[in-house]
């Protein structure tokens, strides 16, 4: 059972710069894929990142690309987001999930750390 805790999240202008942080513990890390997600007050959760067990293949959509990154450090058992260029319209909750590697559901999920971004 793997327990995933996120932090780094906070208040920030708009044009800012914060680093979300997510340990992970209870299981072997390097077996996992993990993904960040984001739920904005009445709104669904959206997906904005993902990284492979090896830290190789990442993936943002377009609502993020080219500000955010995705990157994690398997002897810290740690997964990282970093988000640049922070624009009101990303406040919201910040989920850290981990599934096993391959073609899964996320199935881990971390308690989630809230960002907001003042205009």
């Known amino acids: 059972q793997v327990q995933l805790v996120e932090s780094g999240g906070g208040l920030v202008q708009a044009g800012g710069s914060l680093r979300l942080s997510c340990a992970a513990s209870?299981?072997?890390?390097?077996?996992?894929?993990m993904g960040w997600f984001r739920q904005a007050p009445g709104k669904e959760r959206e997906f904005v990142a993902r990284?492979?067990?090896?830290?190789?293949?990442?993936y943002n959509p377009d609502s993020v690309k080219g500000r955010f990154t995705i990157s994690r450090d398997n002897a810290k058992n740690t997964v990282y987001l970093q988000m640049n260029s922070l624009k009101p319209e990303d406040t919201a909750i910040y989920y850290c999930a981990g599934k096993l590697r391959g073609p899964a559901n996320y199935n881990y999920w971390g308690q989630g750390t809230q960002v907001t971004v003042s205009s």
């Open positions: 209870g299981g072997t890390f390097s077996r996992y894929d």
């Open positions: 990284i492979s067990w090896s830290g190789v293949s990442t």
